[in-house]
């Protein structure tokens, strides 16, 4: 469902007003907000919930745009877009999705 977004957020040619743009950048927020706020309730019973929520949705509107940076710079060492997307794909494929 979100694999253009990710796609579109690792691509160092994407600009950032685009992915501001973006209204599914905003679902997805929502989306994992919400998936993760109910994970973390079920196991933890915080009780304060709405720092917690806040915390999430600052958290992942900031990762976008930081994972976004980080394609470009990578770009700019690199200076190969195929080789950056094989890096931002390795990072987080196998450590952030995995962990």
Request: proline share 3%; aromatic share 16%.
């Amino acid at each position: 469902m979100f694999s253009n977004l990710f796609k579109q957020s690792i691509n160092p040619d994407y600009e950032y007003r685009q992915l501001l743009l973006n209204p599914m950048m905003y679902v997805s927020i929502i989306v994992h907000t919400i998936l993760y706020s109910c994970v973390l309730y079920l196991i933890l019973k915080p009780k304060k919930m709405n720092k917690i929520v806040m915390s999430l949705v600052v958290l992942m509107f900031c990762g976008y745009f930081l994972r976004l940076m980080r394609s470009k710079q990578l770009m700019s060492v690199y200076n190969d877009k195929n080789k950056v997307i094989e890096l931002m794909h390795q990072g987080y494929f196998c450590w952030y999705f995995l962990g």
